[in-house]
């Protein structure tokens, strides 16, 4: 591979993100998915908690469930608020991840949260992310997300937003 061409592939959205490249080679199937998505737990243990699922990641958009049980269950019998923070920062960071090129880093800064209604039976999210492109300088690009029931309402929305910037050296 000649310089330039390295560089090129370098500065594509997802270059070095490992969840997107397991995504790709396993999504196409149930089981891939869900092999995809515990291997990503397996590197980040804070989301086994919840048991995602992710079913789509593209750079810049990702979409998972989860299923309501008991581990994710408040007093009340509806999904808990922290469950549900949980998945947007799931969905939110690997939306982030696959957005990058090699040359970026990211991390979250912090997220505003919205409570719409009870989330009752399984939850589905979707994150859409700012555009990213080329950067000279640290940015901060928000990954927006909607969290729905099984009749498609919305019962939570977030904004997160991702710091991203140039790596260094």
């Avoid at 299923?67 to 960071?93: D, P």
């Avoid at 939306?95 to 505003?112: L, S, Y």
């Avoid at 904004?159 to 050296?169: A, D, F, L, T």
């Amino acid at each position: 591979m000649s310089t330039e061409s390295a560089k090129a592939a370098k500065s594509q959205p997802g270059a070095r993100s490992a969840a997107l490249r397991l995504f790709r080679r396993w999504g196409n199937s149930g089981f891939g998915r869900w092999l995809c998505s515990r291997a990503i737990c397996f590197q980040a243990p804070y989301f086994s908690s919840i048991s995602p699922l992710l079913e789509l990641l593209e750079p810049g958009h990702a979409i998972a469930s989860i299923k309501q049980r008991r581990r994710v269950q408040n007093h009340i019998g509806t999904v808990h608020a922290i469950a549900l923070c949980n998945l947007a920062e799931f969905v939110g960071g690997l939306a982030t991840d696959a957005a990058v090129t090699a040359e970026q880093r990211w991390i979250p800064k912090g997220m505003t949260v919205h409570y719409l209604k009870k989330a009752l039976g399984p939850m589905r999210a979707e994150a859409q992310l700012d555009s990213i492109g080329e950067l000279t300088e640290g940015a901060e690009k928000v990954a927006r997300v909607l969290i729905k029931d099984r009749q498609n309402e919305t019962v939570f929305s977030a904004e997160i937003s991702m710091w991203v910037s140039p790596k260094r050296g």
